[in-house]
T-cell receptor, first 119, second 110 residues
Framework: NAGVMQNPRHLVRRRGQEARLRCSPM?????VYWYRQLPEEGLKFMVY????????ESGMPKERFSAEFPKEGPSILRIQQVVRGDSAAYFC?????????????????FGPGTRLTVL | DAKTTQPPSMDCAEGRAANLPCNHS???????VYWYRQIHSQGPQYIIH???NNETNEMASLIITEDRKSSTLILPHATLRDTAVYYC???????????FGTGTRLKVLA
């Protein structure tokens, strides 16, 4: 059973370009989280998605960032008009379908991350 | 908002127990405490979770205080491969937002 896959593993963009980061969850998992990690810092929650739905995007910057998780295919984190401050490691995690409500245990399985460098 | 506080770094001798503390005084009554670790710059790896009772699995033990405001992760016999950054994580109540904090960098010494 393959784990969470992310590609590309490394991505270099110039300021003003677009970055697209892809995440394929584990088989059978319908929930995806995206996190950003700056050097020497912990992971920061960005967004939580289920298939075709954004459930919680409270950690996403209001501009230039968007995420989707279509019915078919990987989840995509899209950063438009990148700036140097977007340079970071971006991790996605997947989890199996959560139980009812929020008060449930929810183990997340993380991918290897995409390291974005903005020149 | 939910928050976790951990010491920035710790050393532990190989073969000894490593005790990693975490303060999560703002945790809500029905939220779990999770522990993950990150080796080098890889994706975080799940270790253990708990709600109220102490927990143990093949990797570690988790001791949660009665008031749930703090917990301690115990690696009973640390090995060099346990060198990593350890994160204590809680979720913001009523959301799906998980708070990682800055973690503890554990160095296991030979």
């Amino acid at each position: 059973n393959a784990g969470v896959m992310q590609n590309p593993r490394h991505l270099v963009r110039r300021r003003g370009q677009e970055a697209r980061l892809r995440c394929s969850p584990m088989k059978g998992h319908s929930h995806v989280y995206w996190y950003r990690q700056l050097p020497e810092e912990g992971l920061k929650f960005m967004v939580y998605l289920q298939k075709e739905n954004i459930i919680d995007e409270s950690g996403m910057p209001k501009e230039r960032f968007s995420a989707e998780f279509p019915k078919e295919g990987p989840s995509i984190l899209r950063i438009q008009q990148v700036v140097r401050g977007d340079s970071a490691a971006y991790f996605c995690a997947s989890s199996p379908q959560a139980g009812p409500g929020l008060a449930t245990y929810n183990e997340q399985f993380f991918g290897p991350g995409t390291r974005l460098t903005v020149l | 908002d939910a928050k976790t506080t951990q010491p920035p770094s710790m050393d532990c001798a190989e073969g000894r127990a490593a005790n990693l503390p975490c303060n999560h005084s703002t945790i809500s009554g029905n939220e779990y405490v999770y522990w993950y670790r990150q080796i080098h710059s890889q994706g975080p790896q799940y270790i253990i979770h708990g709600l109220k009772n102490n927990e143990t699995n093949e990797m570690a033990s988790l001791i949660i205080t009665e008031d749930r405001k703090s917990s301690t992760l115990i690696l009973p016999h640390a090995t060099l491969r346990d060198t990593a950054v350890y994160y204590c994580i809680v979720r913001v109540s009523g959301t799906y937002k998980y708070i990682f904090g800055t973690g503890t960098r554990l160095k296991v010494l030979a």
